[in-house]
């Protein structure tokens, strides 16, 4: 009896592992049919998603052929990642910690015959802003005004007159500019002018003085600029950049955001600049300076992260350019003009005055400086984006007094035509 159930037990244990390698090898087998006949088929194409625009494969390329749909993708990406990746495109080509400190001086100021809607200099609006126009400054005082910057820090001397161009002034007023640009050239220090409409000729004369830079801002985008000004068209400013950098004048073009204008408008601004037969050396972007008694008096300026944006968008689409962090500073936390400085910015005007508007301190950007750990740009450090005027050489006719030039010139045997040092032309090829 006990033999008896002491089987079935063994007979039961037996039939259940049996039951139990056949559950698994029946799994086992369809399994392995499964898999055949997913082989058998072909594999389904896998879901890659939107292909990444080239401007984010190509990022920190240096393109002119830019299309409007491009820069509207840089420019509406999520404000962190459009810095992020305008930060990653400046440290190509930039060192991040270094930012020049420009001047600016009005030497005439107010009489302009243009109708800017935003300008305190335009006669148009001179009896609501009561600035009354003023002749052109004396060599005297605007040489003595570069001194003062040059010692205290400034590497780059901008000089603008309320005009529409040279050609509405005499020969001797437009010698005595040429003069200042020489002798303040000879001061080792970049000159940059900003003078209103030019001729190919007067931009040779200026080119022969020694001139570094010439800025004629474009203001905003064509679509917009008849809402601007109608005294000029978009063409004459085009016009007057072609006559720059055919002269051997490195461009500096720019604009104003705050002028009414939409995002679009900002887009076609700076696909524009980027667009241009060379990236301009130096793109100013201005926050507007709304000033009493013109049109634009009344408009809110636009945030400082709003300038953020645009500075970055520049970066991106132009990154050798200097990108100017110019009108509007005054009232921007030092925490704004950081995200600025890390987003591509590498330029500011120090000084208390810009033309007519106020501007900041300098003992407060020399803190600022500190605060950040930014050093001072030096005067002709290779720009990759300019013409050879921002090389440091010895303009013809101006003697310079600069040691770098003296070093310059007899290392290198420059004839003083604009070559370049052998340094610096090695470096930009």
Not at 104 to 109: D, E, F, H, N, P
Not at 156 to 168: E, K, L, N, T
Not at 316 to 344: C, K
Request: proline share 5%; charged share 20%; with cysteine.
């Amino acid at each position: 009896m006990a033999l008896l159930q002491q089987a079935s037990v063994l007979a039961r244990s037996a039939f259940a592992v049996s039951g139990l390698v056949s559950s698994r090898l029946a799994r086992a087998i369809a399994s392995s049919s499964n898999s055949q006949a997913a082989a058998a088929q072909p594999l389904a194409a896998e879901d890659e998603g939107p292909a990444e625009p080239r401007w984010s494969r190509e990022l920190g390329a240096i393109r002119t052929d830019w299309t409007r749909e491009e820069v509207t993708d840089v420019y509406n990406l999520p404000l962190l990642d459009l810095v992020f990746k305008a930060a990653s495109v400046h440290r190509m080509y930039n060192d991040p910690a270094m930012v020049q400190r420009c001047t600016l001086l009005s030497i005439k100021t107010g009489g302009c015959p243009e109708n800017c809607n935003y300008c305190s200099q335009s006669s148009h609006w001179s009896e609501d802003t009561g600035l009354k126009a003023e002749k052109l400054m004396d060599l005297e005082p605007v040489y003595e005004a570069a001194l003062r910057a040059r010692e205290a820090g400034s590497t780059r001397f901008c000089m603008g007159a309320a005009w529409r161009g040279p050609s509405q002034v005499g020969p001797r007023q437009w010698g005595r500019v040429l003069e200042m640009v020489r002798r303040i050239r000879g001061l080792g220090m970049e000159v940059c002018t900003t003078l209103g409409m030019l001729t190919p000729e007067q931009a040779r004369e200026l080119r022969e003085a020694g001139l570094t830079a010439y800025n004629h801002n474009l203001d905003t985008s064509p679509e917009y600029y008849g809402q601007i000004t109608t005294t000029r068209k978009y063409e004459d400013r085009l016009s007057t950049l072609a006559a720059v950098r055919d002269a051997g004048i490195s461009v500096c073009a720019g604009g104003i955001i705050g002028l009414g204008e939409g995002p679009q408008d900002r887009v076609g601004l700076l696909l524009q600049l980027a667009t241009l037969p060379e990236h301009p050396e130096s793109v100013p972007i201005n926050r507007l300076v709304a000033v009493k008694g013109t049109p634009l008096q009344n408009q809110e300026p636009p945030s400082g992260l709003d300038l953020v944006r645009c500075i970055a968008t520049a970066r991106i689409v132009m990154p050798r350019t200097v990108v100017r962090l110019s009108a509007g500073r005054l009232d921007l936390s030092s925490a704004e003009q950081a995200l600025a400085f890390m987003a591509g910015a590498n330029s500011i005007f120090d000084g208390d005055k810009l033309l007519t508007t106020p501007n900041n301190d300098r003992n407060e950007d020399e803190q600022m400086f500190e605060l950040l750990g930014l050093r001072s740009r030096p005067a002709f450090l290779n720009y990759p984006s300019g013409n050879e005027t921002s090389r440091d050489f010895a303009a013809a006719g101006s003697p310079s007094s600069s040691s770098s030039s003296e070093a310059s010139s007899s290392s290198s045997g420059c004839c003083g035509g604009g070559c370049g040092s052998k340094q610096q032309q090695q470096a930009t090829a």
